[in-house]
């Protein structure tokens, strides 16, 4: 199924005066006083993005790199990789795991059930774009480059013996191109080289000045000899400068005498075009198209589209104090790392919110081709032949973290592209579960690559045999219906990708101890020790049958099958439904351990990593609902102590882990805990460019996501039914502020202030009709006409409650009244 955004574009300029930098905002901007290092791609280049071109600017004075990208650039074609054994093996594993023979069960697992090629395909690179200005270095005064988070482009400025140098990079949706202007304040005084680079496989390097706008060609391959299907690509940049004198030789371009110069890139591959004329001709489509518009025009629709999404939503945390708000965004990296804490530099959190908005915006859009990607481990930036951990779809929390942030900001088109992941794997993964399984339905391991291969991945012990990874998408799915109650997607789209999830379970589950149960399986990616009587006793093991954390997942996926099948009238006697309801009863509810804790696997083992980085077993808190404090108080407590232990342990180890216990924190209404996360994430994870790393090295941008995501939980919360407003406010660091726009389930619109640490007013907009509770705090009771509040709101589009709702007291005990107004489709909270 494939849906589109159409944007709304702006009122277009015919013609814009030379480009100026804007003036920098600590809240918006990111901004340097010096170029990017040349070796160190990840702590200075700048990211922009269209959802399927990309490009990381590293903004040098004697030469800029610009490494591109093109999201269906991969490392090969598909590969069949099902396990031909595994089938047989699967009652041998359950049995050996069943009868306590751990390790020979974890050994035999490994050597029947995966496949001799134990990679997937791997996400690359196109190259880079080397431009030769030859400024002196010595020279530069008035340095700056910049990266606008609410517009989505970026640029450079300097100025060398007198002369002001600009460059201006766009990465247009609407176009499909990436597009630069450099300019000069000094007629004709712009020279430059122009060429390609890649480290391997590229298969022609040209440059032309024949043709109305000269340019510069890239093609390139996967690597594999053409009997075996390659991935195939082109690239061409395409240059306008009046008045430059251009020449050619060895696939460099040479103008000089230029004022203005104006690039437009475009690449694409046999991924989405079968043949090398198709790749052509849709290069030649799209770079014709944005000629004849013109640079001008292409940044007003580029802007107009990017600013439509991202200006929909905005937090305010305060300002930061004179001696931070004026300094470079590096400095003020550097002065939280030494601090441990962002202590006069609130704006610094507001910027990281700004700039994951706009990293999704950048690298996961719904664009006119057949088939999206979503962002990958890196988003869609990267700067290798083979990215970091291969820059896949790693379904196990890290391609589910990249868009926690999409609904609850007010981007939740930017998930459209799982979708079209989901489409690409769903055969793929009905394929392997009658293979693998024997079973309907369909099954997704722990990773995908861009040709959906679904089989478990790189034989590993504590990842590769984990056959959750559908039914955790699959909640995703359904949470864009809880966005946008959009019934067509559902019941077109949705629903059946939700009955044949919930259908891989019913068969692939086994009865065990009155139970149905997963088997084999793990908990992500962790391990315990083998128990005495058990073999071998004391060895670390993870694979085992009826691990706790695939029950949570398979409840919210039956729960979200049964809320649809309501959502659409379908009546409760239908074979689906009934079939979901007696399985929903068999699924082994939530073990609680010796400490208290939520249990991690079937019985309490000893963890081997106490403080493991994978917060697994508490999918039920976050990004689940099955432990909210609302639904069941005694589950919450559970998992809170389970949060705590793994925190004491040294849990938040990477980035990403590290902003998954801001979410959890935030589901717990700590918000004071969730907000040291915070601080901590900032002292020890992103680089100088704001991106996250692992550990403090190596770039992995889904703890961008889960950063923004958790800023937004501790300010809105809608998972439980109820529109959460302030729930997990750290009032001590943040005592003022404000939100605008923050998206809930339901589809309500949200906007708050809040002061001295306690909520002042929210507008609460219904946009599709519904149910409406609302909640304050931790549960502020109020009164209407008169009456305590307890049953919520009808809401209509466009509706007039003014009738129904005329003021809103709180207890006077509290000290202070709540009055609430209403006006056709707002709800609007004062206090």
């Known amino acids: 199924m494939k849906l589109h955004h159409i944007p709304l574009l702006a009122p277009l300029l015919s013609s814009r005066p030379t480009f100026a930098s804007p003036d920098l905002s600590a809240s918006r901007h990111l901004w340097y006083t010096s170029p990017a290092p040349a070796t160190d791609w990840e702590n200075g280049a700048l990211p922009i993005g269209n959802g399927r071109l990309a490009a990381t600017i590293y903004g040098g004075v004697r030469a800029e790199v610009i490494t591109l990208n093109e999201n269906t650039i991969w490392s090969g074609p598909f590969q069949e990789r099902t396990p031909e054994n595994a089938l047989a093996a699967l009652p041998i594993a359950r049995e050996l795991l069943l009868n306590g023979s751990i390790t020979e069960a974890g050994e035999f697992i490994q050597r029947e059930m995966m496949h001799e090629i134990d990679s997937m395909r791997a996400y690359s690179y196109f190259g880079n774009l080397e431009l030769g200005f030859g400024h002196d270095e010595a020279k530069v005064e008035g340095y700056r480059r910049w990266l606008d988070t609410r517009k989505g482009d970026a640029g450079v400025e300097y100025v060398v013996e007198g002369v002001k140098y600009t460059r201006e990079y766009i990465a247009s949706f609407p176009a499909g191109v990436l597009a630069a202007r450099f300019t000069a304040s000094e007629k004709g005084a712009l020279t430059l080289n122009a060429t390609f680079c890649r480290v391997s496989d590229a298969t022609s390097l040209q440059a032309s000045v024949s043709d109305r706008a000269p340019w510069i060609r890239l093609s390139g391959t996967s690597g594999q000899p053409a009997e075996e299907y390659p991935i195939v690509f082109s690239g061409q940049a395409s240059f306008v400068a009046e008045g430059a004198l251009f020449t050619s030789s060895n696939g460099t371009l040479t103008l000089v005498n230029a004022t203005t110069v104006d690039i437009f890139f475009d690449a694409e591959t046999n991924y989405r075009y079968p043949s090398q004329e198709a790749i052509d001709a849709e290069i030649a489509h799209k770079l014709t198209d944005a000629l004849n518009k013109g640079y001008d025009r292409i940044r007003d629709e580029a802007l107009a589209d990017s600013s439509s999404l991202l200006d929909r939503a905005s937090i305010d945390f305060g300002i930061s104090t004179d001696e931070t708000s004026d300094l470079a965004t590096d400095e003020r990296i550097a002065l939280v790392r030494s601090a441990g804490g962002l202590d ?317 216990f801001i979410n959890q924190y935030a589901r717990l209404y700590r918000g004071d805990d969730a907000w040291a996360q915070i601080e901590k994430w900032f002292s020890l994870y992103p680089t100088n460019t704001l991106w996250n790393t692992d550990d403090g090295a190596t770039f992995q941008i889904d703890g961008n996501f889960g950063v923004v995501s958790g800023i937004t939980e501790m300010l809105l919360q809608s998972h439980a039914g109820v529109v959460h407003l302030l729930p997990a406010l750290p009032a001590v660091a943040v005592p003022r502020g404000s939100a605008r726009g923050l998206m809930a389930r339901g589809g309500f619109t949200v906007d708050i202030d809040w002061e001295d640490g306690r909520l002042r007013t929210a507008v609460i907009r219904s946009l599709a009709g519904g149910a409406l509770r609302v909640r304050v705090h931790d549960g502020v009771e109020f009164f209407v006409d008169g009456e305590k509040y307890e049953k919520g709101l009808e809401t209509e589009e466009g509706g007039d409650f003014s009738d129904w709702l005329r003021h809103v007291r709180v207890l006077p005990a509290l000290g202070y009244q709540l009055r609430l107004t209403s006006y056709i489709r707002d709800h609007i909270l004062s206090l």
Not at 400 to 427: C, H, K, R, S
Not at 631 to 639: C, I, Q
Request: hydrophobic share 40%; net charge negative; proline share 6%.
């Open 344 to 660: 006069g530099d609130l704006e610094l959190a507001t910027l990281a919110w700004n700039y994951g908005r706009h990293l999704l915006v950048a690298s996961s859009r719904n664009t006119t081709e057949a088939i999206d990607l979503p962002a990958n481990l890196q988003g869609i930036w990267n700067n290798q032949t083979t990215a970091a951990w291969g820059g896949k779809y790693t379904i196990n929390i890290n391609t589910e973290m990249n868009y926690w942030p999409a609904g609850p900001t007010n981007l939740i088109e930017t998930q459209e592209p799982l979708f079209d992941l989901f489409a690409v794997a769903y055969p793929r993964g009905q394929k392997l579960a009658r293979d693998m399984y024997n079973c309907s339905g369909v099954v997704f391991h722990h990773n995908l690559d861009v040709w959906g291969d679904p089989a478990p991945v790189d034989n590993y012990t504590s990842s590769s045999m984990w056959p959750m990874g559908a039914a955790w998408l699959a909640t995703h799915l359904y949470d864009q219906y809880r966005f946008t109650g959009d019934k067509a997607l559902l019941a077109d789209t949705i629903y059946p990708y939700l009955v044949d999830v919930a259908k891989f379970y019913q068969c692939y589950t086994f009865e065990h101890e009155g139970y149905k149960v997963t088997g084999p399986s793990l908990s992500p990616e962790n391990t315990f020790i083998i128990p005495e009587n058990w073999t071998v006793a004391g060895n670390k093991a993870a694979m085992d049958v009826a691990i706790p954390m695939d029950d949570q997942i398979i409840w919210e996926v039956l729960h979200n099958l049964l809320d649809a099948a309501s959502e659409l009238g379908i009546a409760d006697d239908d074979h689906t439904v009934s079939a979901a309801k007696s399985f929903l009863h068999k699924i082994h509810p939530p073990r609680i351990g010796f400490q208290g804790q939520i249990q991690e696997w079937r019985l309490d083992y000893e963890s081997s990593a106490p403080g493991h980085r994978h917060l697994s077993p508490l999918f039920g808190l976050h990004p689940g609902g099955q432990f909210s404090p609302l639904v069941n108080s005694t589950l919450s407590a559970a998992a809170e102590v389970l949060l705590e232990d793994r925190l004491s342990h040294g849990s938040g180890s990477t980035g990403w882990s590290n902003a998954w």
